[in-house]
């Protein structure tokens, strides 16, 4: 509300200066052609009448009508700086951003650094999505007014420029004008970054699963045994240990002498706490054991894990003196 009516009191400022400028000329023209100023004084009554109307539907939101009144004031003149500040504020709510620029435009020929036309200025251009030159704007307010610098920094997070606005960020910190604004600017941009690093390990990760998915096709194609240790490795790497034991069990259908392949579907099944099913693979898969200590060794331990699973003391124990008898060889 205070800012509706700080905007009303601005625009009477214009107004009120342009009507002074128009009636000073209008004076001067009066002279030199002989004519009273009685027209004039009745043109600038009409004008203001108009004006304010506009304005009063601008604040309701009666864009159109707004327009309509503001076009009565432009045909009693064309020069004023207000009128082509509201015209352009209202065509802007409606969405017609040409006509909003060139009435924008227009205003700033006569006062190029008014801060209030670049500032609509730039509203327009990020109702557009034009960032670039909405940049450029906010950079002549920086330079009339300091404190616009915290929309400079979300103009350049708007434009993924974020190594400039944490430059900013720096130099607007180093100048003590920082602001509780600039601070969440600073901490989207920490978090961001945060974000970004996980993104850029997830990309890590599906670019491995691109190289599965060629793995896997491969092996579908040749039925591969070399394939398929790769993808039981990065099963078993990836803690992927349903995917571990299907794999490792449709390997086993292809090849059911390689005790590999038994080991590696009893320990997923320990690991998903389905310990009879982990026995029944494991000493299926340890009679495939010849002449490998540390295979034979692996087995031993996925037992005395299932053993201990399904709380058979007697066979852990068993299971343990085997463990202990091997290593004793080694």
Not at 78 to 105: C, M, P
Not at 184 to 191: G, H
Not at 295 to 316: A, F, W
Request: some cysteine; hydrophobic content about 40%; overall charge neutral.
């Amino acid at each position: 509300m205070y800012r509706g009516i700080l905007n009303i009191f601005i625009v009477f400022g214009m107004v009120f200066i342009s009507t002074i400028s128009v009636a000073q000329n209008n004076d001067l023209q009066s002279i030199l052609t002989g004519e009273k100023g009685q027209n004039e004084e009745m043109n600038s009554l009409e004008f203001q009448e108009h004006f304010f109307e506009a304005l009063k539907f601008s604040t309701t939101n009666n864009f159109k009508k707004a327009i309509e009144e503001l076009e009565v004031c432009y045909q009693i003149d064309t020069l004023n700086l207000a009128v082509e500040f509201e015209f352009s504020k209202n065509y802007l709510a409606l969405q017609k951003y040409n006509e909003a620029t060139i009435f924008i435009d227009k205003a700033l020929e006569k006062e190029s650094n008014n801060r209030y036309l670049l500032k609509h200025k730039v509203a327009i251009l990020k109702a557009q999505i034009n960032y670039k030159e909405a940049i450029e704007i906010q950079k002549k307010l920086v330079l009339i007014k300091p404190s616009y610098s915290n929309e400079l920094v979300l103009l350049y997070i708007q434009n993924k420029e974020y190594d400039k606005a944490e430059n900013l960020i720096d130099e607007i910190e180093k100048k003590a004008l920082g602001t509780l604004k600039l601070r969440r600017f600073k901490a989207y941009l920490k978090t961001r970054k945060k974000y970004n690093d996980k993104i850029v390990e997830t990309s890590k990760i599906s670019s491995k699963d691109l190289n599965i998915d060629t793995l896997i096709k491969k092996y579908n194609e040749t039925k591969d045994y070399k394939i398929l240790l790769e993808i039981l490795s990065y099963d078993l790497k990836s803690g992927l240990f349903e995917k571990l034991y299907l794999d490792s069990k449709a390997g086993i259908e292809l090849y059911p002498a390689q005790p590999i392949l038994y080991q590696l579907s009893g320990f997923a099944l320990n690991k998903l706490n389905r310990y009879d099913e982990a026995i029944e693979m494991l000493t299926i898969g340890i009679d495939f054991v010849f002449d490998n200590n540390k295979m034979e060794l692996n087995y031993y331990n996925e037992l005395i894990i299932s053993y201990e699973g399904i709380n058979n003391k007697e066979l852990v124990l068993k299971y343990k003196q085997k463990a202990e008898k091997l290593k004793g060889k080694n």
